[in-house]
């Protein structure tokens, strides 16, 4: 049974910094690619960035390219988004997910395309 548990969130203060992880388990981790997702209070559940099984390609939504960077540990089955200069705006649950059969050469940005996901962890960002 694939499992993923997101730490490191918190509270911090614009322009700030935080480090999410993502902890995998229940099958070989770097078959997949990962992605992170994120919802704000009555919003839909955005992308953020996502990573190929081998951590060869990343991708970033607009919104976050340069601030952000995900990567990922297949010896340690973990998935890791760096987050920099925080805005306010940054205040959301974060998730990770992962995909099911079917990606091992293409790493989806859609959240439909994602078949596990996390509990969420939650980031706010004081302005």
């Known amino acids: 049974q694939v499992q993923l548990a997101e730490s490191g969130g918190g509270l911090v203060q614009a322009g700030g910094s935080l480090r999410l992880n993502c902890a995998a388990s229940?099958?070989?981790?770097?078959?997949?690619?990962m992605g992170w997702f994120r919802q704000a209070p009555g919003k839909e559940r955005e992308f953020v960035a996502a990573i190929s099984r081998l951590g060869t390609n990343t991708y970033y939504a607009d919104s976050v390219k340069g601030r952000f960077t995900i990567s990922r540990d297949n010896a340690k089955n973990t998935a890791y988004l760096q987050m920099n200069s925080l805005k306010p705006d940054d205040t959301a649950v974060y998730y990770c997910a992962t995909t099911g059969e079917g990606f091992l050469y293409r790493t989806p940005r859609t959240y439909s395309e994602y078949a596990y996901w996390g509990q969420g962890t939650q980031v706010t960002v004081s302005s």
């Open positions: 229940g099958r070989t981790f770097s078959n997949y690619p």
